[in-house]
């Protein structure tokens, strides 16, 4: 056993005892047909946690099959109001289990353990309370028609099965975004899970069974992107895939959609601009500009590592920014005094001390960090040092291109306009932050600012009821709130002949 084992929650030694992890299909645990397996790495050490079955093809059309047969039997009898008790009791045994889904996110991910306890698994259960509570209170309406001879209404009904592709930078909580609202809305689900980090989503499997869902609702097939993945997305008895993941792979999802033209949903990524003005609480605006880009390793969407800060505080504000950005305690995530993990994985670290590279040779300054991360309990993980760019201009890459690490590039900007002008120069449009106390000012910024959320004087607050999506190429549609509710629905209109 390891050092890190003994540390473990008992409920999670066990978990991982039993390996190769099997996937969910039809309301049990089953080896992959291959017989193929993958490892999953703990991202602070490298070493391997465990060994997952690895879903292909075949795996996926037994689990689409599933999930098509519960659509149109069993889950069919179950009313709204069973599903809105099978969701939160569903959320209850997360909620009973949540040290333990903590640490395994932790485990798995590399995010610090303050993160997943106090973000990643109460967010998920309350994502899971919030859709079963719409499961009873979506419904059709009557129609003022014209013709008196007629009376008509609509229904809203489930789209059938759909398939869910989640990335790796918030497990458990990207599965319950998904999961939650599709189920309560009647549909049945496939969810594949991100390679580097299948374990919550498995464990979630478990709670599944316990709370007694219908085999077949559920399903959840860890495997790779471009086997599992992209046979889950051209599939042709799945009406629906939802995905959250880079735009690159985004446009593949389209792609492979087009064989039965099945409806999709997008959250993609982004470059999100945080403006800060002169008038803005700077204290507070630094403490922002700090969690915006730093948490969860800066492996987070909607960061906002374009930092537009107005010129002449510039230099200041920079500064200050550094000498805290130095101060950030890394570690592994399990310790609970650190402040910043490991990035997920060799791959992801490769990407971003790459960038941290193409930002030195473009001219930009590294103010704090730059390089990856050196030391005894470091060496062995993947850690890159927090870093502040300076002397950025909005045409580098490394203000363009989304680094997905923990790398802020600042910009400086002469007034208003240009501040809404550069914030805009992107092909994103996911999320933005502005920092002013003029109340004018903050509302005028928001409305010219192109992106699907907009934080003023706060930033990375998050809720259920709020819908979060991308303008431009960060992707279509709204996750969060009653929008997601169009998102797995469909309208559909019954004229009645009167006369
Ligand atoms: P990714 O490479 O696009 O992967 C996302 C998921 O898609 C993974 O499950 C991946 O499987 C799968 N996938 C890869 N290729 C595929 C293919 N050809 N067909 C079907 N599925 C495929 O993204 P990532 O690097 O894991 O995650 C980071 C990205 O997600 C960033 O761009 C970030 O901004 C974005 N993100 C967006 C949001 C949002 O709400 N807008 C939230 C979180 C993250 P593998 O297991 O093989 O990788
Ligand atoms: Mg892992």
Known sequence: MTTTQQELHPAVVKFLSNSPKKMLINGEFVASKSGKTFDTINPATGEVIAKVYEADKE??????????????????????????????????????????????????????????????????????????????????????????????????EPVGVVGQIIPWNFPLLMAAWKIAAAVAMGNCVVL???????????????????????????????????????????????????????????????????????????????????????????????????????????????AGTRLFVEKKIYDDFVGKLSDRVKGIKLGAGLDPSTQMGPLVSEEQLKRVTGYLDIGKKEGANPLAGGNRAKGEHLDKGYFVEPTVFANVNNKMRIAQEEIFGPVVSAIPFNDVNDAVFQGNETTYGLAAGVWTKDIKKAHSVAKALKAGTVWINCYNVFDPCAPFGGFKQSGFGREGGIHTLELYTQVKTVWVNLS
């Open 59 to 156: 795996d996926i059309d037994a689990a689409v099959k599933a999930a098509r047969t519960a659509f149109e039997g069993e889950w069919k009898k179950v009313t709204p109001k069973d599903r809105e008790k099978l969701l939160n009791r569903l959320a209850d045994l997360i909620e009973k289990n949540a040290a333990e889904f903590a640490q395994l996110e932790t485990l798995d991910n590399g995010k610090p353990i303050n993160e997943s306890t106090f973000a990643d698994v109460p967010l998920s259960v309350d994502n899971f309370r919030y859709f079963a509570g719409w499961a009873n209170k979506i419904h059709g309406e009557t129609l003022p028609v014209s013709n008196g001879n007629y009376f008509a209404y609509t229904l809203r």
């Open 192 to 302: 594949k899970p991100a390679e580097q980090t299948p374990l919550t989503a498995l464990r979630l499997g478990e709670l599944i069974i316990e709370a007694g869902f219908p085999k077949g609702v559920i399903n959840i097939c860890p495997g790779f992107g471009e086997t599992a993945g992209a046979a889950l997305s051209s599939h042709m008895d799945v009406d629906k895939v939802a995905f959250t993941g880079e735009y690159i792979t985004g446009r593949k999802i389209i792609q492979a959609s087009t064989g039965n033209l099945k409806r999709v949903s997008l959250e993609l990524g982004g470059k999100s601009p945080n403006v800060v003005f002169t008038d803005g609480d700077l204290d507070a605006a630094l403490s922002g500009c700090i969690g915006s880009v730093f948490f969860n390793q800066g492996q987070v969407c909607c």
